[in-house]
């Protein structure tokens, strides 16, 4: 008895001192682990003072290779972080001739072309009608501006070929559809003034507006929708006229101006109730302004239009040529510092950006005879 309690002591010892020998062993280990770490803290300690010494100025101003940087508020250190965060990768300018371009577009009115289809179809775009390109930084942040009043079958089809163009040309857009709210005579060149400011309300740094119609769309997205020196006529070659210019000062359909040319002529006229008129108002002014009219290539600049009924609140007005020929006394008086509306309802559509306005009414034209 005595001899089996005696190995079973001696087994028990055997154990716990195994134990005590593993624990030893462990111990050992994580010292020697924490030593290291604590010795790699302190090198990168060391090795960052040097460097700040040697450029003290580093610490204290603008950062100006990062975009967006702004020098501190006060003389007082900014405090560290203790873990950096992941910065945002500068992206290279886009290019000016956008290699993703395919020239000559097929362009047909013939197929259903339902809101959902083109939103499929356009899933970079933003609520509001927004996109940036996401692989470069663009020169041009572009308002597209639309005057717009029943014409939702028309709309549906300038968005399904205009905003892949616009994509391709890697532009920062925005789409703004400004609707004239009532039944009352249509006032083109009202609504884009308004569109104009309703667009710099939203995004300030808008440096390119381009006015289309809603029933023109370009033939060919070598066409860029761009701004300039100079005011842009892009829609220089629609098939109504046969492809070609109706007349030498035509400026009509879809154009072009940056914030300062658009502010230099006084925006567009208000008086110009009606089909007709505007647009050689708008001619007249970029001429009075020392301004000259940019255009595209005719190969490229090529519009088809959406066929469609005349608005019986569109009529021609009967005052649009005496008008024109008084472009120089009325405008520094009738532009965009004399527009008056209501802004009823903003609605951001998946596609674009709706903006219904009251613009008021039209005075009373004397009866012609």
Sequence with gaps: MSRLLGGTLERVCKAVLLLCLLHFLVAVIL??????????????????????????????????????????????????????GPTAPVLPPCPDSPPGLVGRLLIEFTSPMPLERVQRENPGVLLGGRYTPPDCTPAHTVAVIIPFRHREHHLRYWLHYLHPILRRQRLRYGIYVINQHGED???????????FLEALKEDATYNCFIFSDVDLVPMDDRNLY??????????????????????????????????????RINGFPNEYWGWGGEDDDIFNRISLAGMKISRPDVRIGRYRMIKHDRDKHNEPNPQRFTKI?????????????????????????????????????????????
């Excluded at 682990?33 to 010795?39: E, F, I, R, S, T």
């Excluded at 790699?40 to 290779?65: E, I, K, M, V, Y």
């Excluded at 965009?336 to 039209?362: K, M």
């Design 31 to 84: 010292y020697f682990d924490v030593y290291a770490q604590h010795l790699a803290f302190f090198s990168r300690f060391s090795a960052r003072g040097p460097a700040r010494a040697l450029h003290p100025a580093a610490s204290s101003s603008t950062n100006c290779s990062r975009p967006n940087a702004t020098a501190p508020s006060s003389g007082l250190p900014e405090a560290p972080s203790a873990r950096p």
């Design 185 to 195: 005579t249509f006032n083109r060149a009202k609504l884009l003034n308004v569109g």
């Design 226 to 263: 761009r701004c300039g020196d100079q005011p842009r006529h892009f829609a220089i070659a629609m098939d109504k006229f046969g492809f070609r210019l109706p007349y030498a000062g035509y400026f009509g359909g879809v154009s072009g101006l940056n914030k300062s040319q658009f502010l």
């Design 325 to 369: 020929q008084n472009t120089k006394l009325t405008m520094k008086r009738d532009g965009i510092g004399s527009v008056r509306y209501q802004v009823l309802e903003v609605s951001r559509q998946p596609l674009f950006t709706n903006i219904t306005v009251d613009i008021g009414r039209p005075p009373s034209w004397p009866p012609r005879g």
